[in-house]
């Protein structure tokens, strides 16, 4: 019985036990949320420095404050014939309808390029043609064809979003492990099921990150396409309050835009969480 | 009874050139058998078991299944995997009631043989965890309730314990007797390890690579001596089997020697 005594030997209290684990590589495991705060702390009172201590032209850069008071105003008083509410909500439901068409047309073809040879020699070529392009460079041409409404810009925002949630879920596809289909077919699954219960899931961690790229495209499209032509939206205000030289109303205008980005990004890091909780694990 | 009649199978090389991966193979396998090939990698026993599975075509030769010609995968031969290839998204008794789902069993009817077959491999208590919360040799065995669970003739596994640690891997070849004695099922088992054949077997094949084949063929008889007794240990150090045991490696190593030599 020499093992028990070598462990009752061993035995130490808890407070002694230095706990240990593998020397890391990178930035380790520890939040780095504190260091962004104190960045964030150090930007805004950089900002306040220099614009109370008027080291640049008001006009260029308002304090705080006045920022502070602009938003107010905005949200009471709203801007341009249009509360605050009108403005966002115009820009959210060209986004959304835009990102809901977008997404039901992109990942069936997506799919599809993923499981045929002749789908993915037809799609790929418009795709890879116009993929490339910035959205506003036929922006003009939405605008001859379609109008200067919502048509246009709806369209716009599609196509933007579209290629990113196909080429996803394409990948998706690809991604499938041939190990993950032989199992299906050797019990007994049929093709329907094979893409209902084997193929769809696999891929569903690629087009919900598709989606999420598809969704920062489409903010940034969305906004210069309202800079251009729109009555309502936040970009229209963007654009707007800078030909007033109000230049408070225009940091209000990108600080809106902040918000709603990162509230879009944050809703799609849950709705990954709830969908696919075991991306990763395998 | 599944027949494998002068199966032959030829791969494409990358430069193009044909590579024979299975030559002339013919074996039965009884209602019943348990038979287990056994040989180097490259011998062409995956190839055999892609094949008589129906995911790999024959170049030439023919697989039947109770007279039935075999093309392309089905739900009567049930497979097992060299990993596991469990869905993540489903729980365990969702995984292993995945075929009964295909077949059109309905939700509670399925749930209820899920929890049986979990039951037949010591699981129950898993039915609703994931599978990836589960251990290597836990998860082989929801891999075996899940290509029991639509009543295949035939269970067809790819070195399903190879991953595994020894001591688990001992563990499950004890359960995998139980399993087999209990449903009575055709096994069709890949292993690398002798002592593992010689102990699982009623029919031992051996092969050989470049082109693959049968080299050797015995009939066992410890795994009915296991299933009768229950001592594993007494069956693996008895002198019968430690002198097959012998017999079987100076097979496997000349055939090796003698596969370099040939090239």
């Known amino acids: ?18 706990v240990v684990k593998m020397r890391g590589f990178g930035i380790g495991e520890r939040s780095t949320v504190p260091i962004s705060l104190a960045t964030a702390a150090v930007i805004l009172l950089a900002w306040w420095a220099a614009s109370e201590a008027r080291l640049v032209p008001h006009l260029f850069l308002p304090t705080p404050v006045e920022v502070f008071n602009a938003a107010v105003s905005f949200y009471q008083d709203g801007y341009a014939n249009a509360s605050m509410w009108e403005h966002v909500s115009a820009s959210l439901a060209r986004i959304l309808t835009a990102a809901v068409i977008a997404f039901t047309l992109g990942v069936p073809v997506g799919l599809f390029m993923g499981l045929s040879r002749w789908a993915k020699g037809v799609f790929d070529t418009p795709i890879e043609f116009y993929w490339p392009l910035p959205p506003l460079a036929y922006l003009p041409l939405m605008i001859i064809w379609l109008g200067i409404g919502e048509a246009s810009k709806i369209t716009l925002l599609t196509m933007a979003m579209f290629a990113p949630i196909a080429i996803a879920a394409q990948a998706g596809v690809r991604s499938v492990s041939l190990e993950r289909v032989n199992a299906a077919l050797s019990l007994g699954a049929t093709r329907f099921q094979l893409m209902r219960d084997v193929v769809l899931p696999s891929a569903l961690p690629e087009i919900l990150t598709g989606t999420r790229i598809a969704l920062g495209v489409g903010w940034s499209t969305l906004v210069a396409a309202e800079l251009i032509a729109a009555t309502q939206g936040i970009g229209h205000f963007v654009m707007s309050a800078s030909q007033f030289l109000a230049t408070d109303y225009v940091f209000v205008g990108i600080g809106v835009i902040a918000v709603c980005a990162f509230a879009f990004s944050f809703g799609m890091r849950l709705l990954e969480r709830w969908l696919v909780p075991w991306k990763g694990q395998s | 009874m599944l027949r494998v009649d002068k199966a032959s199978v030829y791969f494409a090389a990358r430069d193009g050139r044909p590579v024979h991966a299975l030559d002339r193979v013919s074996l039965e396998i009884p209602d019943g058998a348990f038979v287990v090939a056994l040989g180097t990698s490259g ?44 869905l993540p998204w489903k729980t365990v008794a969702e995984n292993v009631a995945l075929g009964l789902k295909f077949a059109g069993v309905g939700r509670k009817e399925r749930r209820k043989r899920a929890v049986e077959l979990l039951r037949l491999v010591g699981l129950q208590e898993f039915a609703n965890s994931a599978p990836y919360e589960l ?29 595994l640690d020894s001591m688990t891997r001992e563990a499950m070849q004890e359960l995998l007797v139980d399993v087999w004695s209990r449903t009575g099922k055709q096994i069709f088992f890949i292993t690398h390890s002798i002592e593992e054949a010689l102990f699982l077997g009623t029919h031992l094949i ?30 693996k150090t008895s002198p019968e089997f430690v002198e097959l045991r012998e017999r079987v490696r100076a097979i496997v190593h000349q055939d090796e020697v003698y596969g370099r030599a040939a090239e």
């Open chain 1, 1 to 18: 019985m020499t093992d028990l005594a070598t462990n009752a030997e061993l035995e130490t209290s808890a407070s002694d036990i230095r």
């Open chain 2, 206 to 235: 051996v092969m050989s690579p470049r082109p693959g084949r049968i080299v050797a063929r015995f009939d066992l008889d410890f795994v009915r001596s296991f299933a009768r007794d229950r001592d594993a240990r007494a069956v």
């Open chain 2, 135 to 163: 251990s290597g040799g836990m998860r082989q065995r929801v891999g075996i309730a899940r290509a029991l669970a639509p009543d295949p003739a035939i269970l067809l596994m790819d070195e399903p314990f190879g991953a």
């Open chain 2, 43 to 86: 011998c062409g026993k995956s190839t055999l078991l892609n094949a008589m599975a129906g995911f790999l075509p024959l170049s030439s030769g023919s697989i039947t299944l109770n007279g039935h010609a075999v093309d392309g995968p089905g739900a009567e031969r049930g497979v097992v995997f060299q990993k596991d290839a469990l």
